[in-house]
């Protein structure tokens, strides 16, 4: 028959309740607690403070999270097979991290930089073309509301040149996907930037030809990753709504990029606003004043 | 003590063969939260518990009086045997009827948390224990009593010695056991 010593030596009564007796030491450790008032009460509340510790740890009472933790090494772990599992994905973390991190520290600057390029180039071209009184089919009402620079002719035509086309399909041109590495308009398709106008006198204005079919806003609402889409709504000055286009996603410029009917707009002032759109809630992100001058 | 009790068994087990109920009575007050616990320890079931305590009961009493009983100062270890034979046939009656059932995984491995120790006064002490540890020592006893990790991983994880570990762990039980036996007092 056991001993108190023996008992108490080898931690018999938690290993008991916790399972961790082989056969003959639990059959043993009976016999005992059978005789013994002492080591009955003590197995009787070692089962409670486990049961009670366990309890608690279910309900976070045993939290401590200013505990400096060490990793524990997932090989003691009943699953093993969880460490190359680990592994694997630890690594894929890392290579998704470094590709993530070289989006925004170099191909994220350089597409900036690069669109910025393309909006002087274009605010130059139409100085120029204006400064000529060339306004006509070849820069078709792209509008611009930031001050010229000097560049040759030459070099804002290629600049023009460089912009990529714009593909046919609305759909697509409305859902340009995030690493396309030219979000450029076409130069035939009339376009505007619009610049946040709440609480502005000043609209974004438009100026857009009789034959023109359709026209592009290009918003720039910032890096707002809180929402999975954006709805654009077109309404008069008098509310009433003329057109919206919904699922618009940020291009790699962090920029909205939202295709238009040029027929649902006549010469006039339109309010345009931008919501932000999750599971959760639609969000107004953005509202700008617009002024079309149809001719 | 434990001569004491085998004295009193030898006596227990003399009165029952003599047809004294009350020695019958004695010996189920004595025995059967023992027993009950032996077997609810074993089947982590109340009902089966009940079920083994009232058949081991019936059996040893119909062995003292039949004269089965080799030798009545070891009643204690016969009462044991015979719980023991009774949870064994229950378990394979269970497996002849498909009703198998976890116990063989109990036995062997990590138990699930346990209802049938938690009432609402050991709720109330554990919490006034755990609010005199420090945050290591309640990271501890989760580790050790919730995420079963083994005690040395413990100490390396939460930088103590594993001598600390043990005296936190002796500590926490000691104040567990002072205030649950206050709780149930008042």
Same mark, same amino acid.
């Given at each position: 028959m056991m001993t108190h010593r023996e008992i108490e030596?080898?931690?018999?009564?938690?290993?008991?309740? &916790?399972?961790?007796?082989?056969?003959?030491? @639990?059959?043993? *450790?009976?016999?005992?607690? *059978?005789?013994?008032?002492?080591?009955?009460?003590?197995?009787?509340?070692?089962?409670?403070f486990i049961a009670g510790a366990k309890h608690a740890a279910e309900r976070e009472q045993l939290e401590a999270e200013?505990?400096? &933790? %060490?990793? /524990?090494?997932?090989?003691?772990?009943? *699953? %093993? +097979?969880?460490?190359?599992? *680990?592994?694997?994905?630890?690594?894929?973390?890392?290579?998704?991290?470094?590709?993530?991190? +070289?989006?925004?520290l170099v191909q994220v600057p350089q597409l900036r930089q690069e669109l910025? %390029?393309?909006?002087?180039? %274009?605010?130059?071209?139409?100085?120029?073309?204006?400064? $000529?009184g060339q306004v006509n089919a070849q820069s078709n009402g792209v509008q611009q509301s930031r001050p010229p620079t000097e560049q040759p002719k030459q070099e804002l035509a290629n600049n023009a040149q460089r912009a990529?086309?714009?593909?046919?399909?609305?759909?697509?041109?409305? @859902? /340009? $996907?995030?690493?396309?590495?030219?979000?450029?308009?076409?130069?035939?398709?009339?376009?505007?930037?619009?610049?946040?106008?709440?609480?502005?006198?000043?609209?974004?204005?438009?100026?857009l030809r009789a034959s023109a079919r359709s026209f592009v806003l290009w918003i720039e609402p910032g890096p707002r990753t809180e929402f999975d889409s954006f709805r654009l709504v077109v309404l008069t000055a008098n509310g009433r709504l003329v057109h919206s286009v919904e699922g618009l996603v940020l291009n790699a410029s962090n920029a909205l990029r939202a295709k238009l009917p040029a027929q649902a707009f006549t010469s006039g002032g339109y309010l345009v606003q931008v919501y932000g759109v999750n599971k959760a809630q639609t969000v107004l992100v953005g509202e700008y004043k617009l002024r079309i001058e149809r001719h | 003590m434990e001569q004491r009790t085998l004295t009193?068994?030898?006596?227990?087990?003399?009165?029952?063969?003599?047809?004294?109920?009350?020695?019958?009575?004695?010996?189920?007050?004595?025995?059967?939260?023992?027993?009950?616990?032996?077997?609810?320890?074993?089947?982590?079931?109340?009902?089966?518990?009940?079920? #083994?305590?009232?058949?081991?009961?019936?059996? #040893?009493?119909?062995?003292?009086?039949?004269?089965?009983?080799?030798?009545?100062?070891?009643?204690?270890?016969?009462? #044991?045997g015979t719980a023991r034979n009774v949870i064994r046939e229950g378990v394979r009656q269970r497996r002849k009827t498909n009703q198998i059932t976890q116990l063989d995984a109990e036995r062997t491995g990590a138990r699930e948390p346990d209802p049938f120790f938690l009432d609402p006064h050991v709720k109330r002490a554990i919490e006034q224990v755990i609010n005199r540890l420090k945050p290591r020592e309640r990271a501890f006893?989760?580790?050790?009593?919730?995420?079963?990790l083994p005690q040395e991983e413990i100490a390396r994880c939460l930088d103590l010695k594993q001598e600390r570990l043990r005296l936190v762990k002796s500590r926490a039980l000691k104040h567990f056991r002072e205030v649950y036996l206050r709780l149930i007092k008042t």
């Amino acid at each position: 028959m056991m001993t108190h010593r023996e008992i108490e030596n080898q931690d018999i009564i938690e290993r008991y309740v &916790r399972g961790k007796l082989g056969a003959e030491e @639990r059959h043993a *450790f009976q016999e005992h607690f *059978f005789t013994c008032d002492e080591c009955f009460a003590n197995v009787q509340t070692t089962e409670r403070f486990i049961a009670g510790a366990k309890h608690a740890a279910e309900r976070e009472q045993l939290e401590a999270e200013s505990v400096p &933790r %060490r990793t /524990p090494a997932v090989s003691s772990l009943p *699953f %093993r +097979w969880l460490k190359p599992a *680990f592994a694997l994905t630890s690594a894929a973390s890392l290579v998704l991290a470094a590709v993530v991190g +070289w989006l925004l520290l170099v191909q994220v600057p350089q597409l900036r930089q690069e669109l910025a %390029r393309e909006h002087q180039a %274009r605010e130059q071209l139409a100085q120029a073309q204006r400064g $000529a009184g060339q306004v006509n089919a070849q820069s078709n009402g792209v509008q611009q509301s930031r001050p010229p620079t000097e560049q040759p002719k030459q070099e804002l035509a290629n600049n023009a040149q460089r912009a990529a086309p714009e593909s046919q399909n609305q759909s697509a041109s409305q @859902r /340009p $996907a995030r690493a396309d590495k030219s979000p450029m308009i076409a130069t035939n398709v009339p376009l505007v930037i619009l610049q946040a106008t709440r609480g502005a006198q000043e609209a974004n204005e438009l100026m857009l030809r009789a034959s023109a079919r359709s026209f592009v806003l290009w918003i720039e609402p910032g890096p707002r990753t809180e929402f999975d889409s954006f709805r654009l709504v077109v309404l008069t000055a008098n509310g009433r709504l003329v057109h919206s286009v919904e699922g618009l996603v940020l291009n790699a410029s962090n920029a909205l990029r939202a295709k238009l009917p040029a027929q649902a707009f006549t010469s006039g002032g339109y309010l345009v606003q931008v919501y932000g759109v999750n599971k959760a809630q639609t969000v107004l992100v953005g509202e700008y004043k617009l002024r079309i001058e149809r001719h | 003590m434990e001569q004491r009790t085998l004295t009193q068994d030898g006596t227990l087990a003399n009165e029952i063969q003599r047809g004294e109920s009350s020695a019958e009575a004695a010996l189920y007050e004595k025995y059967s939260a023992r027993l009950y616990y032996l077997a609810l320890s074993e089947l982590r079931s109340r009902e089966d518990a009940e079920d #083994v305590r009232a058949e081991t009961f019936m059996r #040893v009493i119909q062995s003292i009086r039949g004269g089965q009983l080799r030798s009545p100062d070891s009643l204690a270890s016969f009462i #044991v045997g015979t719980a023991r034979n009774v949870i064994r046939e229950g378990v394979r009656q269970r497996r002849k009827t498909n009703q198998i059932t976890q116990l063989d995984a109990e036995r062997t491995g990590a138990r699930e948390p346990d209802p049938f120790f938690l009432d609402p006064h050991v709720k109330r002490a554990i919490e006034q224990v755990i609010n005199r540890l420090k945050p290591r020592e309640r990271a501890f006893l989760r580790m050790y009593y919730y995420e079963e990790l083994p005690q040395e991983e413990i100490a390396r994880c939460l930088d103590l010695k594993q001598e600390r570990l043990r005296l936190v762990k002796s500590r926490a039980l000691k104040h567990f056991r002072e205030v649950y036996l206050r709780l149930i007092k008042t």
